[in-house]
């Protein structure tokens, strides 16, 4: 729907939802756009070249960020009550798949990757009931002044 205008893309939306309750089928949607994210999904795999980084309930995902990534991408969304001149970007590039980085594949722009980020590769684990992450440092992540914000922001807005 990324192409669509937004009144075409609803439709489009709406359709998928009634098919799925007239057809009791499941639909797996693959977007960019967290706001079709927001309003569609039950919950939602969050992924980073190529793999699951944060898999949860979509109003977890969105109220409770775990991954640095899924944290990245929630700070860069403009709101209309942000005063700041520039948006929040993640740092880096992705990465070329015929050679993702050793260890995690976000550590290269992670702001709270560690040695051990570099070489090891972080199992998909459950950090809460129902809610998976793939990261060694989900603790930093909790206490990141980012996250205290959006939680902040997101508390206020709802």
Not at 28 to 45: F, S
Not at 84 to 103: C, D, K, M, Q, T
Not at 112 to 135: M, N, S, W, Y
Request: glycine share 6%.
């Amino acid at each position: 729907t990324t192409a669509l205008d937004v009144t075409i893309q609803a439709q489009i939306l709406d359709l998928l939802a009634r098919l799925q309750r007239e057809l009791k089928m499941a639909v797996l949607i693959i977007t960019h756009d967290l706001g079709v994210v927001a309003e569609v999904a039950k919950e939602v795999a969050v992924m980073y070249a190529g793999q699951i980084q944060e898999h949860c309930d979509v109003k977890e995902a969105f109220y409770n960020p775990l991954h640095p990534y899924t944290l990245g991408l929630l700070t860069s969304i403009p709101r209309l009550d942000d005063k700041r001149e520039r948006l929040h970007v993640i740092p880096g590039n992705v990465p070329n798949p015929a050679y993702f980085p050793s260890g995690c594949r976000f550590h290269p722009r992670c702001p709270f990757a560690t040695d051990r980020c570099k070489v090891e590769i972080p199992p998909l684990v459950d950090h809460l009931p129902g809610h998976q992450v793939r990261c060694w440092n989900v603790e930093q992540v909790l206490k990141s002044e980012d996250r205290k914000e959006l939680i902040g922001q997101v508390s206020a807005g709802s």
